[in-house]
């Protein structure tokens, strides 16, 4: 099967900077679109940042100007870069990758455990 393992959560002061991996493993064909999600205490899961295989990127709005998604498609791998984080940027982040297991047949949804990130006024 397919595993994301995600990678730099942390603690970090308002103004700092973070950056998040993801990293796919298992039997993979091919990855399209990836994904940043979060989830803050007593919230809805919602979507941060996302990319296609072909390296188009959609932001919400709260993170916009902020943050960068990027990916290696060699590696399935997807970044978010965040800079200027505020204290409303704590949350759990996951990622997520819709992935081909084989050249045919539909894209599966694959999510990581999800990192930690604490942001202090």
């Known amino acids: 099967q397919v595993q994301l393992v995600e990678s730099g959560g942390g603690l970090v002061q308002a103004g700092g900077s973070l950056r998040l991996s993801c990293a796919a493993s298992?039997?993979?064909?091919?990855?399209?679109?990836m994904g940043w999600y979060r989830q803050a205490p007593g919230k809805q899961r919602e979507l941060v940042a996302t990319i296609t295989s072909g390296g188009s990127t959609n932001y919400a709005d709260s993170v916009k100007g902020r943050f960068t998604i990027s990916r290696d498609n060699a590696k399935n791998t997807v970044y978010l870069q965040m800079n200027s984080l505020k204290p409303e940027d704590t949350a759990v982040y996951y990622c997520n990758e819709h992935v081909k297991l084989g050249p045919f047949g539909r894209e599966y949804d694959f999510w990581g455990q999800g990192t930690q990130v604490t942001v202090s006024s």
């Open positions: 298992g039997t993979i064909f091919s990855v399209n679109v």
